[in-house]
DNA sequence: TTACCCATGTAATAAGTTACATGATTTG
DNA sequence: CAAATCATGTAACTTATTACATGGGTAA
């Protein structure tokens, strides 16, 4: 139950249509829960039905015209009473960890290169976090009003720094390295 | 798709009935792939139906009566297949940053208990995986038969770790810490 | 013999993914 | 006006979660 959430938070952070929150959410709030605009619209529609968020445009909703959502008191409150609320950490849920475990079953053919390939996506993720933490968090204004959404930005640089620095290890380690 | 790899990597290292593996999944390869008894179940009834594993006892499928399966040559030639495939890196989706984003925007009432508690709990994860560590990987035998089991387990203590020190860094920072 | 645990399963719901459909607006 | 793009949606399917059902064995 937390992509409404997120959308709730979006929106509160700026009223936007559902595209808009579509092309946010790649460059945002998605890094962390990821979303495909039928997801979001579907989701703007309950929300919408639950009278936590209302169109602005009330004219009659036609396809194809664009449609600005507004967080309601109610979805406000929805939102803080949801963000008080404890849940377990999630699973980590990697297909690459059950593949080395199989590939000590069943061969390590062709693992070399996926790693690799991680290996450079990761690496790219990382600097992408690194030049919004340049361009949004600049040293001289050091934790001011945002040092929340710094703190979330910071996860995901420890987590891609992690995951960098764990597959040049497990490369390196790897028994068709070394003949 | 990767649950029922997930389960021929778990019967190829050892034949098991469903409950057993539910047990196995609990302590071991369910730390990166969590599965509850219900899609274990499922999962082993579609494998079977596919030809990929083979119930031993071939009695009539009494209802309470255990039911141990093993991997056929086409469950270990598919889990291959799978093995040398490639795919994109799992996002995040982790709810707790959600709502440090959403806290930013409606107050921060709950969070640093919340924090808190994630904290405690990551700490005694990765307690658990050293402990894992010093038993199954000891230094002595470093490196063996089992450097991919290894990599996988050093994922684990590395992204726990990593959720300790994040966690205290963020409570440390937090607003209402600094009256 | 009741209660508890082992073991396998069904059903309903929620969430996420993939493919496709439709209208409006801009641009060559 | 044709094609591309913006914008909103439907439909079908797969996966995951939660709650419940059923039967067998064992021990208080």
């Not at 377990?88 to 990697?94: H, T, Y």
């Not at 390939?117 to 001011?144: C, M, N, S």
Request: hydrophobic fraction near 40%; aromatic fraction near 6%.
């Amino acid at each position: 139950m937390s992509l409404p959430h997120a959308i709730l938070t979006a929106l509160l952070e700026k009223p936007s249509s559902g595209l808009e929150l579509t092309r946010r959410f790649d460059k945002s709030i998605g890094f962390f829960w990821p979303a495909t605009h039928q997801q979001i619209y579907r989701e703007l529609g309950r929300l919408e039905a639950s009278g936590h968020i209302r169109a602005l445009q009330p004219s009659g909703p036609v396809r194809g015209q664009k449609k600005e959502y507004e967080v309601l008191s109610e979805g406000r409150a929805e939102l803080a009473r949801w963000t008080a609320e404890g849940d377990a950490p999630r699973a980590v849920r990697e297909p690459l960890l059950l593949r080395l475990r199989a590939a000590a079953v069943v061969g390590t053919d062709g693992l070399a290169a996926e790693l690799q390939r991680h290996l450079t996506l990761h690496r790219a993720q990382l600097d992408d976090y690194l030049e919004i933490e340049r361009h949004d968090f600049p040293v001289e204004a050091a934790d001011g009003e945002n040092r929340l959404q710094h703190a979330v930005l910071r996860a995901g640089i420890g987590l891609e720094a992690f995951w960098v620095q764990w597959l040049a290890e497990t490369i390196e380690a790897l028994p068709s390295d070394r003949p």
